[in-house]
């Protein structure tokens, strides 16, 4: 088999070690148009492509971010629009001393005939606008692959490998660094066993495909769940947890890995942190591991802010004092 290695690997390489170094993590703030408007819904906030900005604006610009948060991942409207200096949101960010990142994948379709499993899309034109983000300033990607304990499949799980491969490779193509992130959900009332099935069987096929597709793994940031029972089941101790998440990541991902940065999946905050620390704690890790945490960060910020120009301050404090609570734990 011949593989054609990306054109700068040290450069990834540093990118990617930089991004999940001990100390600092992965601000996730790159929810949908839709999800997004949802979220500020929820908070009685007008949605807008206005008060999407000034939310996003809040969250980067917290003073300091940068000694907890490595890089911030957005969509492409926030991307492509500019703080109230007129900064564009990625040329602030470098300034910041954070890296930016794009999620690329446009979402999830249903595979027909296999029980509502998800297939990601995303593929279609996706070189083009790796181009035009790498121009732009992204040091990295994201592309998000969606699997539910109940219906995942090996052939589910090899679609979206292949998926998940084809963008990696793309990415380390263009110099951006690609997190790959092969979510099982933890919504349900499954037990901590099938999350660790279910797991398995996705980073298995994962791997696989980044093999026969040739990404470079030591230019990739591994974006996994914790294997945890589902939110409506009883709850395992943090220790039990990391112990299931690090069975399945020392069979399932190869040493090479340049770093794991871990999705926080709708745990609370500080569940989510107990986790990453009990972690920590394991001996013999062949990977870094942080977080790339979404919720587990933001939702106490918007909910602060509220919209209100006057609560932006309040709001950057609860966001910092999640990030420097989930920073200290891969300390
Ligand atoms: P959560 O941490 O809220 O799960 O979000 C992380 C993420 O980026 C999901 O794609």
New binding site residues.
């Given amino acids: 088999m011949t593989t054609t290695l990306p054109a700068d690997l040290a450069t990834l390489s540093d990118t990617a070690r930089r991004l999940t170094q001990a100390g600092r993590g992965i601000l996730?703030a790159?929810e949908s148009i839709r999800t997004m408007s949802a979220r500020l819904e929820n908070e009685d906030i007008p949605p807008s492509v206005t008060t999407r900005r000034d939310y996003r604006e809040l969250l980067v610009t917290a003073e300091g971010l940068s000694e907890s948060v490595s890089g911030v991942?957005w969509c492409d409207e926030t991307f492509g629009q500019a703080l109230s200096d007129d900064r564009p949101f990625p040329v602030a960010a470098r300034e910041l001393g954070i890296l930016p990142g794009i999620?690329v994948d446009t979402g999830t379709k249903e595979l027909p005939g296999h029980d509502g499993a998800l297939i990601t899309e995303g593929l279609d034109g996706l070189d083009d606008r790796l181009a035009s983000y790498a121009e732009r300033g992204a040091a990295f990607a994201?592309w998000?692959a969606v699997f539910d304990v109940a219906t995942i499949t090996p052939y589910t799980a090899r679609a979206n490998g292949h998926a998940l491969a084809r963008y990696a490779a793309s990415c380390q193509a263009h110099g951006i660094v690609p997190i790959v992130?092969p979510?099982v959900l933890c919504n349900g009332g499954h037990s901590l066993g099938e999350s660790a099935r279910a797991s398995r069987l996705a980073l298995n096929a994962v791997f696989e495909e980044f093999a026969q597709a040739g990404v470079e793994l030591s230019g990739i940031v591994l974006?996994p769940n914790f294997v945890t029972p589902g939110l409506a089941a009883s709850a395992a101790t943090a220790r039990t947890v990391a112990a299931a998440t690090f069975d399945v990541l020392r069979d399932e991902v190869p040493a090479a890995v340049a770093g794991i940065a871990f999705?926080?999946?709708?745990h609370p905050t500080e569940d989510?942190c107990a986790f990453l620390d009990e972690l920590k704690a394991v001996p013999a890790r062949s990977w870094p591991v942080t977080f790339?945490?979404?919720?587990?960060?933001v939702s106490e910020a918007l909910s602060v802010w509220g919209g209100d120009p006057g609560k932006v301050k309040a709001a950057q404090e609860a966001l910092l004092g999640n990030c420097r609570r989930a920073a200290r734990t891969t300390r």
């Fill in positions: 996730a790159d991942i999620k994201k998000r992130e979510e974006k999705l926080s999946g709708g989510a790339s945490f979404g919720r587990a960060l």
